[in-house]
C-alpha cells in the first residue's frame, strides 16, 4: 500500500529554471509533511517542511505548496543550480511514533 | 557536533549468515529509527525506539529480523539466515523527540549485500 505517491520518477531541468515535484497522500491522519534531499552515498537531510494548517511555506529558493481538500502537497526549487541535482523524497508522519512514510523519490539532475 | 553514525558502512555476507548493523544516535536524541531503502525504491520504515523500548515494530518484514536499544544511545539491528532480498541500505534516524516537528536526522547507511 503507497500511502505517499511522488512524481515525477527524474527530472532534467537547466540551471536557473524552476523544478517541481509532486505528492499526494492518502492517510488523512497525517499532520506533518517533510522533504528530503538525497546526495549518492549519503543520508537523507531534511530539506523543509509543512504541516497542514497553512498552504505554502518558503525558504530561500525552495517552496512548499500544500493542498489539503486535495491531499496533495508540492516542492518548487526556484532558479535551480547543479548543486540541486539529488534525490527528493517527500514524506509524511502522524501518530505518537512519528515515523516516516516516504514518496518514492525523484532524481533531479540541473544541467549547467 | 557529530551526528548519526553507523557501522560498517558497508557489508558483504553470504545467503544464510547473520549479521549486526549498528546505529549510534545523536548524544541525548531519545528517538531512534530504522529505515531500509532498497534499490530504485524509497524508504521503507522497519523499527521504532523510545527510549530503550520499541512500542512500534510492525515494519519488521520478517522474524528473521530483530533490534534492540540499550542505554538510551546505541542500537543494533540484527538479521538473521540473510536472504538475497535484504540487500538494501540500512538508515537509521534519530530525533530529540518523538513529536511533530521533530527533525530526524539520518546517518550515511549501511549498505548490506547478500551473495
Known amino acids: 500500500q503507497q500511502q505517499v505517491k511522488q512524481s515525477p520518477q527524474s527530472l532534467i531541468v537547466q540551471k536557473g529554471g524552476i523544478s517541481i515535484i509532486n505528492c499526494a497522500y492518502e492517510?488523512?491522519?497525517?499532520?506533518?509533511f517533510p522533504w528530503y534531499q538525497q546526495f549518492p552515498g549519503k543520508g537523507p537531510a531534511l530539506l523543509i517542511a509543512?504541516?497542514?494548517?497553512?498552504s505554502e511555506k518558503k525558504e530561500g529558493r525552495f517552496t512548499i505548496s500544500f493542498n489539503k481538500s486535495a491531499k496533495q502537497f508540492s516542492l518548487h526549487i526556484m532558479d535551480s543550480q547543479p548543486g540541486d541535482s539529488a534525490t527528493y523524497f517527500c514524506?509524511?508522519?502522524?501518530?505518537?511514533?512519528?515515523?516516516?512514510?516516504f514518496g518514492s523519490g525523484t532524481q533531479l539532475t540541473v544541467l549547467p | 557536533g557529530a551526528g548519526v553514525s553507523q557501522s560498517p558502512s558497508n557489508k558483504v555476507t553470504e545467503k544464510g549468515k547473520d549479521v549486526e548493523l549498528r546505529c549510534d544516535p545523536i548524544s541525548g536524541h531519545t528517538a531512534l529509527y530504522w529505515y531500509r531503502q532498497s534499490l530504485g525504491q524509497g524508504l521503507e520504515f522497519l523499527i521504532y525506539?523510545?527510549?530503550?523500548?520499541?512500542?512500534?515494530k510492525s515494519g519488521l518484514p520478517s522474524d528473521r529480523f530483530s533490534a534492540e536499544r540499550t542505554g538510551g544511545s546505541v542500537s543494533t539491528l540484527t538479521i538473521q539466515r540473510t536472504q538475497q532480498e535484504d540487500s538494501a541500505v540500512y538508515l537509521c534516524a534519530s530525533s530529540l523527540v518523538s513529536g511533530m516537528g521533530e527533525t530526524q536526522y539520518f546517518g550515511p547507511g549501511t549498505r548490506l549485500l547478500v551473495l
Open positions: 509543512i504541516r497542514p494548517d497553512v
Open positions: 514524506a509524511a508522519t502522524s501518530g505518537s511514533a512519528r515515523q516516516l512514510t
Open positions: 525506539f523510545q527510549g530503550n523500548s520499541a512500542p512500534d
Open positions: 492517510n488523512t491522519a497525517f499532520d506533518y
